[in-house]
């Protein structure tokens, strides 16, 4: 009896030592935001409003938040995001403007396997709802055309964190595309006072890659000067839509320029764990 309480009470010591070992071993998830702007040039076809194609410029606000998911912080990412955009497209006689304004907000998770030297593939599904207007001024009759949207999207992403000298750096390639959903569009030639005096019928649409083609391209480079962080890149957005003989076709090609930065957020009471904490980041 006293060999087996014995046993008892070492095995016990032992469970104990393992959980405090564990409860030392805190993680820390970093926030990582970034703020960028967009500038560069626009080709849009809008049937709706005109039958020509319209070429122009133009420019976005983008907010970007990532972070290590809490349940899984080493395999699965946060991704929080919203762009804001601006175009300003001309016709070719170039005497009359098609502007297009839009909002984009979207959030979804990514799992990511590490791989090589540096390297991290992510893969994984978002959610997005887009909502905006094309304004057309010399389409009298009906001058504008409203984009509304909500999607589900297959996502993915090639990550490499390496050095150029001492300067860390982060190559990132990024890509989305809805593989369904809804989306709003009128009939041909419908007015908009025809939907507003209770014309309804067939206004939401189900989308899929065949009437809602939307490719989301994104290339960033990270410059790691300590706390701040220069963010470059490059984005090509395409998008292809079809519905009710209405066609939307819009490229964009823009330079992308911001700073980022990775903060934590901190209890008011820190543990005495923090010195030894694991620091996961959602992309460095």
């Not at 080709?43 to 606000?61: D, M, R, V």
């Not at 470059?232 to 066609?247: D, E, N, P």
Request: hydrophobic letters at 45%.
């Amino acid at each position: 009896m006293r060999a087996l309480s014995k046993a008892i009470g070492t095995a016990i010591i032992m469970v104990a030592a393992s959980v405090s070992a564990m409860a030392q071993t805190a993680v820390e998830r970093p926030v990582l935001s970034a703020y960028t702007i967009e500038a560069g040039s626009a080709h849009i076809a809008e049937t709706y409003l005109s039958p020509l194609k319209y070429k122009g410029w133009s420019t976005a606000l983008n907010y970007e938040r990532m972070q290590a998911m809490r349940f899984s912080p080493e395999r699965w990412v946060m991704r929080l995001r919203g762009r804001l955009n601006l175009s300003r497209t001309q016709n070719p006689a170039r005497n009359a403007s098609m502007w297009d304004l839009g909002l984009d907000l979207g959030w979804g998770m990514m799992h990511r396997w590490r791989f090589g030297q540096g390297w991290t593939v992510m893969a994984g599904g978002s959610t997005d709802i887009d909502g905006g207007v094309l304004y057309n001024a010399r389409n009298g009759n009906n001058p504008a055309a409203a984009k509304i949207s909500w999607t589900v999207n297959a996502s993915a992403a090639l990550v490499y964190n390496g050095h150029m000298g001492r300067l860390p750096f982060c190559a990132r390639y990024q890509a989305e595309m809805p593989l369904t959903g809804i989306f709003f569009s009128p009939e041909y030639g419908e007015l908009y006072y025809e939907i507003y005096l209770g014309n309804h019928k067939g206004l939401v649409r189900g989308a899929w890659p065949g009437n809602f083609f939307r490719l989301d391209n994104l290339a960033t480079v990270d410059l790691r000067f300590g706390r701040t962080i220069l963010r470059l890149g490059y984005r090509c957005g395409i998008f292809s839509g079809k519905a009710s003989h209405i066609v939307t076709r819009k490229i964009s090609h823009s330079a992308v320029v911001g700073i980022a930065s990775e903060w934590l957020s901190l209890s008011a009471k820190p543990s005495q764990n923090m010195r030894e904490a694991k620091i996961i980041s959602a992309l460095y």
